[in-house]
């Protein structure tokens, strides 16, 4: 049976309120490490492949390229991150984690692994796995739409 914009509705109304509850709870939880939780969001997208450059940072996210380069800056600031030169552009360097940002990550990601586990304990795996299924079709139609929507406006 498919489902219908107003049947979703409730359900993505909650999603920035969740965000929000878990952007507060990790603030809160990694304070003593004086990473906010932009920070750590983008330690975990330079974890996660090569050095990249502010901009490509910014495209994986709704975000402006000034915003990630403030956050950047936080990071270099707390030597959690260093910039590269970029071979491919002279002036948008490289963001790459240091040795000292890639601890900081395991352990912001140890915490929250473990307030996660006692996050709503009853959660079975078949209640995980189809809410995993719904949000990844969620996103699928998203992305496409958004997508589409721009190669309208590129026209």
């Known amino acids: 049976m498919l489902t219908r914009q107003l049947d979703l509705a409730p359900l993505i109304a909650r999603i920035p309120r969740l965000y929000f509850l878990l952007k507060a709870l990790a603030d809160q939880t990694h304070r003593d490490l004086g990473v906010t939780s932009a920070m750590r969001g983008v330690m975990v997208s330079l ?10 940072l910014a495209r994986e996210r709704p975000v402006s390229r000034q915003h990630i380069q403030t956050v950047v800056n936080d990071l270099m600031a707390a030597g959690l991150a260093v910039t590269q030169p970029n071979p491919s ?6 963001i790459a984690l240091t040795d000292d940002g890639r601890r900081h990550l395991r ?3 140890a915490r929250e692994s473990e307030m996660l586990t006692e ?3 009853s959660v079975s795996h078949a209640e995980l796995a189809a809410a ?3 949000f990844d079709r969620l996103e699928r139609d998203l992305v496409r739409r958004v ?3 721009m190669t309208v406006e590129d026209r």
């Not at 974890?47 to 490509?56: R, S």
């Not at 552009?89 to 490289?94: E, G, N, Y």
């Open 132 to 134: 995993m299924r719904l």
């Open 89 to 94: 552009h002279r002036r948008s360097p490289l």
């Open 47 to 56: 974890a996660n492949g090569e050095p990249c450059t502010v901009p490509e």
């Open 119 to 121: 996050t709503a304990p």
């Open 107 to 109: 352990l912001i990601q």
């Open 147 to 149: 997508s589409d929507a």
